[in-house]
């Protein structure tokens, strides 16, 4: 299974937008999560590891060949729910493929993916996806479109997951 998490808390989040439209983008064999939607505790280093939403989760990430972090970017980083998914889910990231979709209002942001991917490669062996997805808002037409160029990038990306996964558990 391929996963898609949103991480935005935004009802009308660009990430969001992006990572629905790469979430139907796979033809089968996907899931999406909209971290919105669940109740997820904040990591506070002792009792929130026994929230059953983060051994469901835990499973999940565990069992997915490729995951999309979708997540806007604030103050030249992801948001802290993208920071608190992974706090929380610790250890199911092992060896773990993953890709990043970003948003964020200005162009200057853009490399702000690379420091949560090297924390993926160090703490837990990751293999990122070598192609991430950053939009500014000059790439959105309202607010439930976004033009080409992004709706492309997006369909490389997903198609990377496919192809990377695919070629990972070869045999």
């Known amino acids: 299974m391929h996963l898609v998490i949103s991480c935005s808390l935004n009802k009308f989040s660009r990430s969001r937008l992006m990572a629905q439209y790469a979430f139907d983008l796979y033809c089968k064999d996907a899931k999406i999560i909209d ?5 997820f505790p904040i990591c506070d280093g002792d009792i929130c590891y026994e929230d059953p939403i983060v051994d469901e989760l835990k499973k999940i990430i565990s069992i997915s060949k490729s995951i999309l972090i979708a997540s ?3 103050n ?3 948001n802290a729910v993208a920071k608190n998914l992974i706090e929380l889910t610790g250890s199911s990231w092992k060896d773990k493929l993953v890709g990043f979709i970003s948003a964020a209002s200005g162009t200057s ?3 702000s993916p690379m420091s949560f991917a090297n924390s993926l490669m160090l703490d837990f062996r990751c293999i ?3 192609r991430f997805v950053y ?3 000059k790439c959105f037409i309202g607010e439930q479109d976004m ?3 992004i709706k492309n ?3 490389d990306l997903v198609d990377s997951s496919i192809l990377l996964s695919h070629a990972l558990t070869r045999k």
């Open 35 to 39: 971290l919105k939607d669940i109740d």
């Open 72 to 74: 806007p970017i604030y």
């Open 147 to 149: 033009v080409d160029e």
């Open 109 to 111: 942001s853009y490399m």
């Open 76 to 78: 030249f980083d992801f």
């Open 153 to 155: 990038r997006l369909e």
């Open 135 to 137: 939009a500014d808002k």
């Open 128 to 130: 990122i996806i070598p």
